[in-house]
């Protein structure tokens, strides 16, 4: 199991820290905050209740977390250590040089720098690299790198491996390139508030109810393209090249950042969000960010195309009592109802992904689909034996009760936290020509792989099988 050291748990060392934690990686934190544990700790239950639910399969089992007095005790055998105190250069000039010298010459030394370039960072001799997150770092995928470029090589493929998304700044430069973006929005924003011209409530409002929207998933370039209609972004450019000298902005000019001007920013962010605690907006936020990720995994588009390729990269479960694994995951919070269990609808959801991994273990899968050829579920029967809640991790178990000519017949267990048998669901499906959208026999292959499930789930029992809504145990009811 590989190690991480975090030095400086703040928001983004604790945010780091649940990434690594939440992907099995053991994770020493060094802090000497007396309520670093305490910060980490919530930061950790925010994430827990967040990340899985962007994946449609089990994460890794949790790594184990541990607090550190002592830096070179935080650091000592650790594969990737990362620089996370405050934004300082000469403490950063303390702080690196001690861990180069705790740390094995093979890890990786990441700087959480949003600002310093890493020739600034290194003028001690050391030999960190820049890897700067976004907040919350445990579900946004971006990871600025710069610096060297062997070691940011393998920084990217490490990082990769608990599902982010690293950018290779080709040039160091100050504050790196997304910031520079956020500063220059921010600038306007200052001036806009000043100048009576908006409240923050309403700068935000014109950023969550339209572009920002469509930089969720497009980014600038690529939404400006389409502006630009048939012709594209020649067409663009040409179009609203000539605003560029227009005095549309002040991005040159800065308001003088005086305490009117903090009251003013600080009593109008007080009235649109002062009614939430930090705690409450943070999970709202993440709530929403799982939403717009979770949307964007189905395309493949932006963060949610990390997220689809992280999953594919998590191992494949195995078996349980002789049956396939056919689904492993956490139950997210958006499953859960008024009564605050999982939706009865989403038993059938969870069901359905494993009968889709049951598709694949036959040979019946996305090629299969796209030669003409599928199965069509045409009857469900779901019994819910025990309450399954937010945070519970649902193991799925698929037997197979016939599957001779057109018919598959299926039966899904769900067990709860692998121990507490949750639900029952008997899915019965056909086998459909998708060129006349009528039953047909399964092509050899996959009729082949069938006779050999049959033959290995003939003689397992199967409890709850084959009954009729409301029927008793042992007769009808």
């Not at 990362?82 to 950063?92: A, N, R, Y």
């Not at 946004?140 to 990217?156: F, H, K, R, Y």
């Not at 012709?231 to 609203?240: D, E, L, N, R, T």
Request: hydrophobic letters at 40%; one cysteine or more; a negative charge.
């Amino acid at each position: 199991m590989k190690k991480a050291a975090i030095i400086g748990g703040g928001v983004i060392g604790g945010g780091w820290a649940a990434r690594f934690l939440l992907n099995g990686w053991n994770v020493a934190v060094s802090d000497p905050d007396p309520q670093a544990e305490r910060k980490i700790a919530e930061v950790l239950a925010n994430a827990r209740r967040a990340l899985p639910a962007l994946y449609d399969r089990a994460l890794p089992p949790e790594g184990r977390l541990t607090f550190c007095d002592d830096m070179a005790e935080a650091v000592k055998d650790a594969d990737w250590v990362q620089e996370s105190v405050p934004e300082t250069l000469d403490l950063k000039h303390r702080v690196l040089p001690a861990i180069q010298a705790a740390a094995g010459p093979l890890a990786i030394i990441g700087s959480s720098t949003s600002g310093f370039k890493p020739s600034e960072l290194n003028m001690q001799g050391t030999r960190a690299i820049v890897a700067h997150p976004f907040n919350p770092v445990y579900l946004l995928p971006l990871v600025e790198l710069v610096g060297d470029a062997s070691i940011c090589a393998q920084a990217a493929d490490m990082l990769r491996t608990i599902g982010m998304y690293p950018l290779t700044i080709r040039k160091e430069i100050d504050a790196h390139v997304a910031d520079r973006l956020l500063e220059a929005v921010w600038r306007e924003a200052l001036w806009l508030v000043k100048d009576g011209i908006a409240t923050t409530e309403e700068i935000d409002e014109s950023i969550r109810m339209g572009f920002g929207i469509r930089w969720a998933q497009m980014g600038l370039f690529e939404t400006y393209r389409i502006a630009g209609g048939e012709a594209g972004m020649a067409h663009f450019m040409a179009q609203f090249g000539p605003a560029l000298s227009w005095p549309w902005t002040k991005l040159m000019d800065v308001p003088e950042f005086n305490d009117e001007l903090v009251d003013l920013i600080a009593s109008q962010s007080d009235t649109q969000s002062g009614h939430l605690s930090i705690r409450e907006l943070e999970r709202l936020r993440d709530d929403n960010v799982v939403g717009m990720i979770r949307a964007l995994r189905r395309t493949g588009s932006g963060a949610g195309g990390v997220v689809r390729a992280h999953e594919a990269s998590l191992s494949e479960p195995g078996e349980r009592e002789g049956l396939p694994i056919t689904a492993t995951r956490q139950v997210p919070v958006s499953w859960t109802d008024y009564n605050g269990h999982m939706n009865e609808a989403y038993y059938l959801e969870a069901a359905s992904q494993a009968t889709d991994r049951f598709m694949e273990l036959i040979g019946a899968d996305a090629a299969y689909v796209a030669s003409g050829h599928s199965y069509f579920t045409v009857e469900n029967h779901i019994r819910y034996l025990d309450e399954i809640h937010a945070g519970d991790r649902l193991t799925i178990t698929t037997q197979v009760l016939a599957g001779q000519g057109k018919r598959l017949h299926l039966f899904h267990r769900l067990w709860r936290d692998n121990d507490t048998l949750a639900a029952t669901v008997e899915s019965m499906l056909l086998h459909t020509d998708l060129s006349t959208r009528r039953t047909s026999e399964p092509r050899a292959g996959v009729s082949k792989a069938l006779t050999r499930w049959v033959a290995r789930h003939a003689e397992m029992p199967a409890e709850g099988a084959g009954r009729s809504v409301g029927e008793r145990p042992g007769g009808a009811g």
